[in-house]
């Protein structure tokens, strides 16, 4: 009785071992360990059955199951984000959510201000905290997602230099990327990110409208056409918030910053095309007011078409700014990076 | 972290890499882990199972020890370690190491005056 108690508890203790382990060196551990246990019981009762009292000594001695594990297998694969770079994990979470944070207030301030129609502040300010909750949890997911794929790749902190020549100079001063650019930047997309997402009838013309008393206004776009194109304003600046990651970590103009700055610049402007170019993205209220107010003036065909095209002039904008930005880092880097 | 257990972890940083020698000093001849904390055991070293086992098995990743099971006399299988030509080298490096070491630290203790 007692000998079938001890087998099976050497068993489940050799279980509780072995499955925290790789599966590839499970069986011959546990073969180990079984013949580790034997010899220990042996030892102590000099060829007698061993007691249950006799087999938690030796247990005992071996420590927790968890423990023991841990020594066979020592810090491998056990980190989604390891210590070296948590440091990192930890300010680009600060930064990114803080900025989420400041955008969905502003957005909740402006849903407000804008709304159409009668609302009850108590019921707007609880469905804010409800998106305000769910706004930041994309992000911290996202951040987490990187950081823990850096991790995988050995991305940024990869010091496994052979040679201390291989060690990268130190960055003149023109050649560094200033920290607080990054994140200026990094707030700043993510600001956008946000007020685009949440309040797209943000961005709107005020005017004297003819039927109605006071102050009026007329969104710019179609909300509901941008709302639909959430997956591109994400895939947008999710590009953009990676490129300043990487610029941060990199500190200095580098050939892969170059590099990345093109891909991402390529794919930023696919985003943008594809999103100032959809159907309908334009408010017809807004196209016939501008037509409306200007019809009468004498550079009548460019004022209107300058506005009603809006679209293609915010396209026009962000193409040149990509191409300025990829223009600084590869000239940059092909000066500084030899 | 209170006194007692400040100290044992000071000893414990010392004893560390000691133990390494110790095991590769006793296997130039197949011997299995069991065997082994015993051998240590009754030369003063003492090791715990726990530790010993999974250090054995790191020592062979490493190419600096080899095993092989066997079964001696009717009993249970048995994993035994032998060290291998590169374990050699590194214990002659090691061993060389350490009796500098043991010279130098020689020579600092009975030059302080605690």
């Known amino acids: 009785m007692s000998n079938q108690f001890n087998h099976d508890l050497i068993e489940r203790y050799i279980y509780a071992v072995t499955r925290q382990l790789p599966y590839k060196i499970r069986e011959d551990i546990s073969k180990e360990l079984q013949s580790l246990i034997d010899d220990m019981l042996l030892e102590r009762c000099h060829g007698k059955l061993p007691t249950q009292t006799d087999l938690n000594l030796v247990l005992t001695e071996l420590g927790k199951p968890e423990d023991l594990a841990r020594n066979y297998n020592p810090d491998q694969d056990k980190y989604l984000i390891s210590p070296k770079y948590y440091g990192i994990y930890k300010s680009l979470l600060s930064i990114v959510l803080a900025s989420t944070a400041l955008g969905m207030t502003i957005a909740g301030f402006l849903n407000i201000i804008f709304s159409q129609n009668p609302i009850s502040l108590p019921l707007e300010i609880l469905k804010w905290m409800g998106t305000s909750i769910m706004g930041l949890i994309y992000p911290f997911a996202f951040i987490t997602i990187l950081v823990a794929i850096f991790e995988r790749k050995g991305i940024f902190v990869d010091l496994n230099f052979s040679d201390f020549q291989d060690l990268p100079k130190v960055p003149r001063e023109q050649e560094k990327i200033r920290k607080f650019d990054c994140v200026f930047e990094i707030t700043f997309s993510i600001l956008f990110a946000v007020l685009f997402l949440f309040t797209p009838n943000a961005i709107r013309v005020f005017t004297h409208l003819p039927k109605s008393s006071g102050m009026s206004s007329i969104p710019v776009f179609q909300a509901e056409v941008i709302h639909n194109m959430w997956f ?107 | 972290m209170d006194r007692e257990e400040l100290i044992s972890s000071m000893i414990m940083e010392l004893r560390r890499g000691t133990i390494i020698l110790g095991v590769l000093s006793q296997l130039n001849e197949p011997v299995y882990g069991y065997n082994l904390v015993n051998i240590l055991s009754d030369c003063g070293m003492t090791v715990e199972a726990n530790t ?37 080298e590194i214990y002659h490096a090691m061993s060389r190491q350490w009796s500098d070491t043991v010279s130098s630290m020689k020579e600092l203790m009975e030059r302080s005056s605690l």
């Open chain 1, 232 to 338: 591109l304003i994400v895939l947008f600046f999710l590009i953009s918030i990676t490129k300043s990651t990487f610029r941060l970590y990199e500190g200095r103009y580098t050939k892969r910053l170059a590099v990345f700055t093109v891909f991402s610049g390529v794919i930023s402007l696919i985003c943008a095309y594809l999103f100032t170019q959809a159907k309908e993205i334009m408010n017809p209220d807004f196209t016939n007011y501008i037509t409306d107010i200007f019809s009468k003036t004498s550079d009548a065909a460019f004022i209107i078409n300058t506005f009603t095209h809006l679209n293609t002039v915010f396209l026009a904008i962000i193409a040149f700014a990509i191409f300025l930005d990829i223009l600084n880092v590869v000239i940059r880097a092909v000066i500084y990076d030899k």
């Open chain 2, 52 to 88: 010993l086992y999974p250090l054995l098995r790191r020592l062979e990743g490493q190419g600096i020890l080899s095993s092989r099971w066997e079964t001696e006399d009717n009993s249970k299988p048995r994993k035994y370690y032998v060290i291998t030509d590169f374990g050699k």
